[in-house]
């Protein structure tokens, strides 16, 4: 896909074959955002009003910190309709987890999510919920954009998804580290 996207900048730098004032990236479908560029996806993910994130997790977007399949999930998920709270990138969050494994937080591959759409995850989980909706969406996303885990109160089918009792405040999503970064 980056020599069509590249052919697509080169598109809009140029403005011709576009009608006069419009930009074709104003409102991209989910799957649009699956393909923005990192930065671009950095750049929309502080922007975007319906994402309330912490302090630093928007200074560990703004750094380049957070992997882009964190950052595409995010707008992903808007595109969806949800308005979301996010509580943990990767600063703030500890080396470990409570299991004792190293935490995806700490390469910038996890997000933790605690309200959705005004409505805080605590209490608030199981079927017909909000943080169900999300964790079905979640589950739907395919190849590198699939998460090796979906954390919650929430035990659905497959490998991807699985509870945790110190997770009935939040909904994890991770990634496995990809090697270089992304």
Known sequence: PKPILDGWKLLEATAIY??????????????????????????????????????????????GRIDR????????????????????????????T?????????TGDAVDIAVIDGV?????????????????DVLQLQGTMHPHQVISLEDLPGETSFALPDHYDHVHVGYHPLEGGA
């Not at 808007?78 to 969050?93: A, D, M, P, Q």
């Not at 004792?100 to 700490?106: A, D, L, Y």
């Open 69 to 96: 399949r964190i950052l595409a999930l995010l707008e992903y998920l808007r595109t969806k309709g949800f308005t979301l709270t996010i509580t943990s990138l990767e600063c703030g969050h500890g080396l470990l």
């Open 120 to 136: 805080p995850v605590t209490g608030h989980q199981g079927p017909g919920t909000p943080a169900d909706e999300l964790i079905r």
């Open 98 to 106: 409570t299991s004792g494994n190293v935490s995806e937080h700490s």
């Open 18 to 63: 576009r009608a006069k004032g419009k930009t074709p990236f104003a409102n991209l479908s989910g799957a649009g955002v699956l393909l923005l560029s990192k930065d671009a996806l950095q750049k929309r993910v502080l922007g975007d009003k319906g994402l309330d994130v912490y302090g630093c997790g928007r200074e560990d977007i703004g750094a």
